[in-house]
């Protein structure tokens, strides 16, 4: 299959309503690049060719809700994409997230646990959670600070990072997770039955009810 691909240069500032511009124009994602700080590019990708006419309109009505310069966009380059394995070259970039107590990587990594941190083995599948998201960090920093082993609840575990944290932390506690899409649970599971706490989380479909 052959891909599209919208390259942009623009102002920083202009980010936000440039990509809001590129998904109204038919663009299935966007990828942002930073330049200098001041300017950067955005990329946006289509599965057929992008209609240029629909791109500038959306562009221009984008920078005037936002209250921006025309001048803010500098420069639109169209390209083909040579179809990929695409799993596999995110694989290839997906970097450990480390935090002061834990070490979220991937199954295929070679990361140590010297030092003491808890190393966490993470294969994502189609769940949601990789440990690079900023709430996740937090949520894991808050979990290195507050969390005495008592019991635990993780509501939309996605691919249990969490739970999975909570039970290595503190090998006594109660441990439950939850989430209402059946294939995170699944994964979820699957990940702690990874780092040997499959038995300490109770991992279930449905909401915090």
Request: glycine fraction near 8%; proline fraction near 4%.
């Amino acid at each position: 299959m052959k891909w599209y691909a919208l390259d942009v240069a623009l102002a920083a500032r202009a980010r936000e309503a440039v990509e809001y511009a590129l998904m109204e124009a038919g663009a299935l994602g966007t990828e942002a690049r930073g330049e200098d700080g001041e300017t950067m590019r955005v990329s946006a990708y289509f599965d057929e060719p992008p209609q240029i006419e629909r791109v500038r309109g959306a562009l221009a009505e984008a920078l005037r809700i936002y209250g921006l310069a025309s001048s803010d966009v500098r420069e639109t380059t169209a390209r083909e994409v040579a179809d990929e394995d695409w799993l596999a070259e995110w694989k290839k970039n997906w970097q450990p997230v480390e935090t002061e107590r834990f070490i979220i990587a991937p199954p295929w990594s070679e990361v140590s646990d010297d030092g003491g941190r808890i190393v966490i083995r993470v294969e994502p599948g189609m769940a949601f959670g990789t440990g690079t998201h900023e709430t996740t960090r937090l949520c894991l920093a808050a979990i290195e600070k507050h969390f005495s082993g008592a019991s635990f609840l993780d509501i939309g575990t996605g691919t249990g990072i969490l739970a999975i944290a909570a039970a290595r932390l503190c090998p006594e506690a109660i441990v439950e997770a939850c989430d209402t899409d059946p294939v995170a649970i699944t994964i979820a599971h699957e990940n702690a039955r990874l780092n040997g706490v499959a038995e300490r989380v109770n991992f279930r479909v449905g909401s915090a009810r």
